[in-house]
């Protein structure tokens, strides 16, 4: 062992305000290689072409990464907080998964692994080789977690934390020293099926099993084209990311608040944007108020695209205005298209004759599609909104 024991990790961690870890060796996740190629095989994971089988297995041994790997520091970042409220202004609004209202977590969990790993090498007087993964894929930031006993598997596929839920991000500080592993813990979901029962899209097709191509916060963040049709009306008024699986969750109910200042959003856009300012905004805007935050990963275009999908949904017929004005001159053929859907959504067949005329002027081929196919199959009208 390296010297260093698990009091003493947890001190250092805590210093470099990583209050949530567990270890593990780096052998390889012989069981992860298999599960995820069969995941791949059945299809659950279309449109992450970069997820390929070959990935997998090269995801699944972290010494593919750090030849000389001995140990990792599976860390976690607490992010739950009460709920802030979206001013009474009757403005319809969009909702962002609550990993994204703070900093993004990739810089904040490396910076603080960095810092660990700082006080790593001070403590053992030698340079120590590391690798920092967030996110990566390179190893399963969930497989290393649940083996390092920092969490388990829920039946929604996500880590739950004692204390925290699934209110967590997750990291991994890959060490060239042995470090004692700590136990795994025993999954404790028992007979609740809530998650699997609330998925408004069904993507949790079973327990631990993800159908990532009908998944919302797949469809919000990765998805970079049209969103199916089909889908479009479970989606809500979720822009980026869907907590729907976490919040009714008993462990994540249960969630200490995090006090963490890089957890928590800055203004009201980070948590709760204004539908219609989402459709208008400028790509300098979007970078402006999203800088240093997850949702630079949706990127303008795909925002505003879900912005028109979510007022489709939540908004009446005094958006129809804005809407007819988005699908005619939207500057982006994708925001035009799930605009007209919105308009159609809302307002069902009355919309048809100012779709058509929208069809009339519109050049772009996609677009004409989308139209086309509106027309022939218009969404089902919402009952709510009438004028
Ligand atoms: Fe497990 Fe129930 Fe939480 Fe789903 S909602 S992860 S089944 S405890």
Same mark, same amino acid.
């Given at each position: 062992?390296?010297?260093?024991?698990?009091?003493?990790?947890?001190?250092?961690?805590?210093?470099?305000?990583?209050?949530?870890?567990?270890?593990? &060796?780096?052998?390889?996740?012989?069981?992860?290689?298999? *599960?995820?190629?069969?995941?791949?095989?059945?299809?659950?994971?279309?449109?992450?072409?970069?997820?390929?089988?070959?990935?997998?297995?090269?995801?699944?041994?972290?010494?593919?990464?750090?030849? &000389?790997?001995?140990?990792?520091?599976?860390?976690?970042?607490?992010?739950?907080?009460?709920?802030?409220?979206?001013?009474?202004?009757?403005?319809?609004?969009?909702?962002?998964?609550?990993?994204?209202?703070?900093?993004?977590? @990739?810089?904040?969990?490396?910076?603080?692994?960095?810092? *660990?790993?700082?006080?790593?090498?001070?403590?053992?007087? =030698?340079?120590?080789?590391?690798?920092?993964?967030?996110?990566?894929?390179?190893?399963?930031?969930?497989? /290393?977690?649940?083996?390092?006993?920092? $969490?388990?598997? $829920?039946?929604?596929?996500?880590?739950?934390?004692?204390?925290?839920?699934?209110?967590?991000?997750?990291?991994?500080?890959?060490?060239?020293?042995?470090?004692?592993?700590?136990?795994?813990?025993? !999954?404790? #979901?028992?007979?609740?099926?809530?998650?699997?029962?609330?998925?408004?899209?069904?993507?949790?097709?079973?327990?631990?099993?993800?159908? &990532?191509?009908?998944?919302?916060?797949?469809? &919000?963040?990765?998805?970079?084209?049209?969103?199916?049709? @089909? +889908?479009?009306?479970?989606? $809500?008024?979720?822009?980026?990311?869907?907590?729907? #699986?976490?919040?009714?969750?008993?462990?994540?109910?249960?969630?200490?608040?995090?006090?963490?200042?890089?957890? =928590?959003?800055?203004?009201?856009?980070?948590?709760?944007?204004?539908?219609?300012?989402?459709?208008?905004?400028?790509?300098?805007?979007?970078?402006?108020?999203?800088? $240093?935050?997850?949702?630079?990963? /949706?990127?303008?275009?795909? %925002?505003?695209?879900?912005?028109?999908?979510?007022?489709?949904?939540?908004?009446?017929?005094?958006?129809? /205005? %804005?809407?007819?004005?988005?699908?005619?001159? @939207?500057?982006?053929?994708?925001?035009?298209? @799930?605009?007209?859907? /919105?308009?159609?959504?809302?307002?069902?067949?009355?919309?048809?004759?100012?779709?058509?005329?929208? +069809?009339?002027?519109?050049?772009?081929?996609?677009?004409?599609?989308?139209?086309?196919?509106?027309?022939?199959?218009? !969404?089902?009208?919402? #009952?709510?909104?009438?004028?």
């Amino acid at each position: 062992m390296s010297g260093i024991d698990r009091v003493r990790l947890r001190q250092l961690a805590a210093a470099a305000r990583l209050t949530l870890l567990g270890v593990t &060796t780096a052998e390889p996740f012989h069981e992860l290689a298999a *599960l995820l190629e069969a995941h791949i095989r059945a299809g659950h994971m279309a449109g992450l072409d970069w997820f390929t089988e070959e990935r997998a297995r090269f995801s699944a041994d972290p010494r593919n990464l750090h030849p &000389t790997a001995r140990s990792i520091v599976s860390v976690g970042l607490p992010y739950w907080q009460p709920d802030i409220v979206p001013p009474d202004d009757g403005v319809p609004r969009g909702r962002i998964a609550r990993y994204a209202w703070g900093r993004d977590y @990739h810089a904040t969990l490396k910076a603080r692994m960095r810092d *660990l790993h700082a006080r790593l090498e001070q403590e053992l007087g =030698r340079p120590l080789e590391a690798r920092f993964l967030v996110d990566t894929a390179r190893i399963v930031d969930r497989a /290393a977690a649940a083996r390092s006993g920092l $969490g388990w598997y $829920g039946k929604n596929t996500m880590i739950l934390v004692p204390g925290h839920g699934s209110w967590v991000m997750l990291g991994e500080l890959v060490l060239d020293i042995d470090l004692e592993p700590s136990p795994p813990l025993r !999954p404790k #979901c028992g007979r609740c099926t809530r998650c699997l029962d609330a998925c408004p899209t069904g993507a949790l097709i079973d327990a631990y099993r993800l159908h &990532t191509p009908h998944c919302i916060s797949y469809l &919000t963040i990765e998805l970079r084209g049209a969103i199916p049709r @089909h +889908l479009r009306p479970l989606m $809500g008024n979720w822009v980026f990311g869907c907590d729907i #699986c976490q919040e009714l969750c008993p462990y994540t109910g249960a969630a200490a608040p995090s006090a963490d200042p890089d957890v =928590r959003p800055e203004r009201i856009e980070h948590a709760f944007p204004a539908l219609h300012w989402l459709l208008r905004m400028s790509e300098e805007e979007f970078r402006a108020v999203y800088r $240093g935050r997850a949702v630079l990963r /949706a990127k303008r275009r795909g %925002l505003a695209r879900n912005a028109a999908v979510a007022l489709g949904n939540v908004g009446t017929r005094a958006d129809l /205005a %804005l809407l007819e004005e988005v699908a005619t001159a @939207h500057d982006l053929p994708l925001v035009r298209g @799930h605009a007209a859907w /919105a308009i159609a959504r809302i307002a069902g067949a009355d919309s048809l004759p100012a779709l058509r005329a929208i +069809l009339d002027r519109e050049q772009d081929p996609a677009v004409r599609e989308e139209l086309r196919a509106i027309l022939d199959d218009p !969404p089902p009208p919402r #009952c709510q909104c009438a004028a």
